[in-house]
């Protein structure tokens, strides 16, 4: 029963891809003109264009082509930047690194922080602590990713001129010049993440403490944070990871702003990148890898619930 | 006889309906409100009362001291009586940009969000009402929409056919009509189950009359909350997308793209970058306040959705 809810569930992942690779195909084809007149620019001539078409295969039509793209994206044969000619596979590959390094980095400290932060909101529901958090993250999590790193960077960049401004890579002789350097896409990544599981936290375990066994042990008189601690938090587990593995997947809308922001050389920028100069290879493969992560934490996310909770394995 | 039973005091005690909820805000919901309604003037009447037009250079001779032969810069000038909140990277006003902003931002935003409860409220309803088949199709479709993240849709979109506003608008209001789908299916269809439909139906009523006069009603409170939540969430895409420089294109002032402009300011001390910021913080923080009062009035059901 189990298996075969997770092969379910994983097949919706792979539609969900399919969409994605259908929709971002679709893309290069409501460009007018195509590839080959980009490429050539004011040379295109016709009979130019027509040997070029002949070579990259555009005279095929658009579901064979779909298909060839589709095998290429698989085997990882990613092709060309329309921009200065370089194989993608090279401008991706430092890039993609940067990117996880951030995440992980951001994952490591942003993850345990405000688990402890939503459980002490949550231990102690209608308490200042609990006011203050609850509207600071309320706060938090209205506001622009941009406005947070802004606001980080005028106060810790320029006022007190604790950190650089931009995230500069370059050699690093120690693990703490690393961490100087990145200090401010990490801060402002974790505040973001922060602020989601946070909330998230507390909302999971106010509900699992709102059940009749917590309300059983309560009536038996056993202190407060040994419910907590003992009854609640293994009941809440499930559910957290699965808040966990979501908020690892709203990393992918954070980072493309804040690499941004920060000038700093990850993936997401080089998408951006793509996007203002139109590049459609490099914007196509950097949002099939975005994508490809976020169905898979998705997935991960929704195993987590269903081993947690068995009612979730039998649908209606 | 009779009359004292008309007039017996048991009768008058009696309401002949039941007192009506009031909303009561808290002293944040209430500051909440007044801060909305402030943008919302502000967008109807800051292009006619902002002292200046929000693509104008201001000259230099404006702000040259008077007697002295120096003609000072324009760009990122602090606060003064000609500019309140001083100017930007290319001279131009930025209380003026704020105030034209405001009608560009918070415009493009309800229209999209107004377009996003069109088309989700009518295929959610839809699929709460049609069959299982068409409930089936709709939802794989929006569910495979639904887990792909907002920003790479918009990215691949905007690369693949520009970025004007009709499109920003039409493009945010799909995106977000998953969402409204989402929420509107669900409720429609604990709606089209109840008893009173039952009852409906079985005195004969036609399924346009069901849905116009039962189901509709009845989704229209839980619906609005949500609509204050959906705008917060696309203001702060569209910001985004213009923060990156792929939203509102220049020289239309958009609080989005005038933080992005104004970023090199931020090392002068220039407001030029920070204002707009707040600008959008104040306006999102604003709604998410009222949301959270009005949720927590209703029971707090709503609240679980907030997060």
Redesign the interface.
Known sequence: MMGQMILRRAGIGLATLWVVSVLVFAGTEILPGDVAEVMLGQEATPVALENLREKLGLNKPAPVRYLEWLQDMATADLGMSQAGGTSIDKLIGSRLYNTMLLSAIVAAIAVPVSLILGLLAAMFPGSRLDRIITSATLCLISVPEFFIATLLVLILAIQLNWLPAIAYITEFNSVWQLLRSLAMPILTLCIVIAAQIIRMTRATVLNVMSSPYIEMAILKGVPRKRIILRHALFNAIGPIVNVIALNLAYLVSGVVIVETIFAYPGLAKLMVDGVQTRDMPLVQTCAMIFCTTYVVLIFVADLAAMMSNPRLRHPK | MTESIATSPQFDELPDAPPKRRLKLSW?GKLAVCVVSFWIVIAFIGPYISPYHEAEFLEEDLFRVAGSDEYPEVEFQGISKITLLGTDYLGRDTLSRIMWGARTTIGISLAATLLAYFVGVTLGIAAAAGGSRLDAMLS??N???L???????G????????STIPILIIMSGLIYATSVFRIARSLGQEIFVSDYVEAARVRGEGLWWVITREVLPNVAMPLATDFGLRL?FVI?FI??LS????GVQPPMADW?SM??EN?SG??Y?ALA??AP?FA??SL??S???IV?DISAHSGGKL??R??
Not at chain 2, 155 to 162: K, N, Q, R, S, T
């Open positions: 944040s794989r479709v569910d495979a929409f887990s792909i993240p907002h920003i790479m849709l990215l691949i979109v905007i690369a693949a056919v520009g917060v702060l910001s985004s923060f990156l420089g792929l989005g933080v992005k970023l931020l090392a001390g970058p920070m910021a959008i913080a999102t923080i709604i998410n306040m959270d609240a679980k907030l997060i």
